[in-house]
């Protein structure tokens, strides 16, 4: 299986991540937009999100040091409302 993975990667059909506390998870990437990742570290919920500001400023942030872009990962770690909300709760 692990080698169907590899192949599947090298043929950019697929992204792996390391997300905390879950592993690889592998995501289709053909045919989908760009998009970044906001994840929980309590209970591992992921949500994306695209912000056009976001990537203009990392392009901004390149080209200010000298680099071109060719991919990134952007991951926001923290933790969600649902999870906040279940600490203020009374036991």
Do not use: W
């Amino acid at each position: 299986m692990s080698d169907t993975r590899g192949k599947t990667r090298a043929a950019s059909l697929a992204s792996a991540h390391h997300f905390p506390g879950q592993g690889t998870l592998y995501e289709v990437i053909v045919g989908r937009a760009h998009h970044d990742h906001l994840i929980c570290e309590q209970c591992g919920r992921i949500v994306e999100f695209a912000n056009d500001e976001i990537e203009d400023l990392q392009e901004s942030v390149a080209k200010v040091h000298g680099f071109l872009l060719l991919t990134h990962r952007h991951e926001l770690l923290g933790r969600c409302a649902d999870c906040r909300r279940q600490d203020r709760s009374p036991a």
